[in-house]
């Protein structure tokens, strides 16, 4: 494979370069080497990511680029690329622009025609979905939810039919309010994984039906602690929920019995929580 070395820097380009988001191992070579090489380093927080540098001896010109200048330092950096300094963008952790700063300034590279490069690296939603056990082949980022229960709760409203696995970021102080409005939401049986500290010293990763899961978070405060991403399973209709064969022996039952002990029994055989059968049929006698 081919190694990258100094002398294939462009110039004029801006790289893109994802960090480790917990173990430092993870940075890749590509990564080294450009950040060793480029003019200019646009970091989120300087004094974080000297650290890192310090800690593969790289020597770097650093510059301030954050959530709240980005859209002022982007012509200065602009004016940098346009006399053909090479810049690395890189976030305190992760792939820059994935609920980092770097959005405004991509934005203004490519229409002023200059050069952008990504490098491929870690980025928490997908190690974590990666891990998850949630389906994989279709999945919808959503970033961190609204502060306040309203905004949430207005949020996860929306997004109750969607049948896409959704992945969001929280934090440590509104975890508990996250998942009890998930419960309000989306309901106590939705299954949704708690991936928490991931790649560092303290990761773990439990699943569960959101009740559950924000009952299990209640019990140890260090449940709650660290950074963490949320997977959460996509909605599913009660058909394609329900063994087909449940359906079969409650349509039976219900030609004897009443609905609701139909569904009783039907659940009882077939192992399926009588709730759901009994929310099915009444939908199809609505639907009648």
Known sequence: MKQLDQSEISVGTLYIVPTPIGNLADITQRALTILASVDLVAAEDTRHTGMLLQHFAINARLFSLHDHNEQQKADVLINKLQQGESIALVSDAGTP???????????????????????????????????????SDR????????????????????????????????????????????????????????????????????????????????????????????????????????????????ALLQTELPLKKAAALAAEIHGVKKNALYKYALAQQSAE
């Open 139 to 250: 999945f919808c980022y959503e970033g961190f939810l609204p502060a306040k229960s309203k905004g949430r709760r207005d949020a996860l409203r929306g997004l109750v039919e969607e049948p896409r696995t959704l992945i969001f970021y929280e934090s440590t102080h509104r975890l508990l309010d996250c998942l009890t409005d998930m419960v309000a939401e989306l309901g106590e049986d939705r299954h949704v994984v708690l991936a928490r500290e991931i790649t560092k010293t303290w990761e773990s990763i439990y699943g569960a039906p959101v009740a559950e899961l924000l009952a299990w978070v209640q019990e140890d405060d260090n449940r709650r602690k660290g950074e963490m991403v949320l997977i959460v399973a996509g909605y599913q209709s009660q058909e394609e929920t329900l063994p087909i064969e449940s359906l079969r022996t409650l």
């Open 97 to 135: 622009l994935i609920n980092d700063p770097g959005y405004h300034l991509v934005t203004r590279c490519r229409q002023a025609g200059l050069k952008v490069v990504p490098l491929p690296g870690a980025c928490a939603a997908i190690t974590a979905l990666s891990a998850s056990g949630l389906p």
